[in-house]
């Protein structure tokens, strides 16, 4: 658009009021002295707090400042997802607002985007957190890779920059702001990067989340791998683990048959015949679930095109 910006920083908040003041200061320093056009966002995630008031004054007197409170908090996702929706710039840069982001790596990840990549995420190599998130967190970004086949060190690093296109396509709801790269991916940005980039201890405030987000997270990885690998083919997910069960229980079947008509041992009262008669119902339902699936899918993917056009011409 004419006149937009270069860059959109996107900082979500939830009660950081002493920190705005100071971040708006160092992207503004690092901005003005590359020459990148920039405007601020940020998203107020129901702050009890006085960072609105913060944000209203630092938007009145600084036209690179714009704000949008929520009425109470709706988490980091729907913070995201409502700053993608009204950013204007050609790139859109993520980051916390407790300053352990640094601003200083901007101009850092800007020249990475530019080499090609529809993405590059920052990876905190010396993590300034106590063990009982460093530790963690290592276990839960190695779990993520394997199973997303996406080779990024730190999937939760707040600090990211995008092509606009990027987080104007990927959906977020929910806490999957941790797994954009693998939404991204599937969407066909898959020119992903990532950066080494500088953490710094907590200055103001208190992190917001415990050790229960691991728990959520492993979640929410399992449910976006669904639907980005078999949410349009239920029956390849369900109809496998069906299939795989129903054998087993038939054969676990078979074989207690022949032990009983053949050697005429006594199978009644043996486990594994309750194992194998609960293998066999188990792989009917996982299959009728699949086919289940499959006929709520099919009209909604048959009345909606799923191209992900990148571009035409003529």
Known sequence: MPGAPDLSVVVPVYDEQDSLRELVARVTDVCAATGVS????????????QSWSIISELAATNPAVRGVRFRRNRGKSAALASGFHRTAGRY???MDADLQDDPAEIPALIAKLEEGY??????????????????????FNAITRIMSGIRLHDFNCGLKIYRSEVVKTVKLYGELHRYIPLLASNEGFDRIAELPVKHHPRKYGRTKF??????RGFLDLLTVLFLTRFAARPMHFFGTLGTMAFVLGF???????VDKLVYGNPIGGRPLLILGAV???LGAQLFLTGLLGEI??????????????AETIN
Request: glycine residues 6%; hydrophobic residues 40%; negative net charge.
């Open 251 to 257: 054969l676990i079947s078979l074989y207690l048959s």
């Open 38 to 49: 920039f405007e601020i966002l940020f998203v107020d995630d129901g702050s009890r707090d």
């Open 210 to 215: 415990g050790l229960e987000r691991y728990i």
């Open 118 to 139: 529809d993405l590059v995420s920052g990876w905190k190599v010396r993590r300034q957190d106590p063990l009982s998130k460093t530790i963690p967190s290592r276990f």
């Open 279 to 281: 293998l066999l119902l």
């Open 92 to 94: 859109v840069l993520t």
């Open 296 to 309: 709520f899918v099919r009209p909604g993917m048959e009345a909606s095109s799923t191209e992900s056009v």
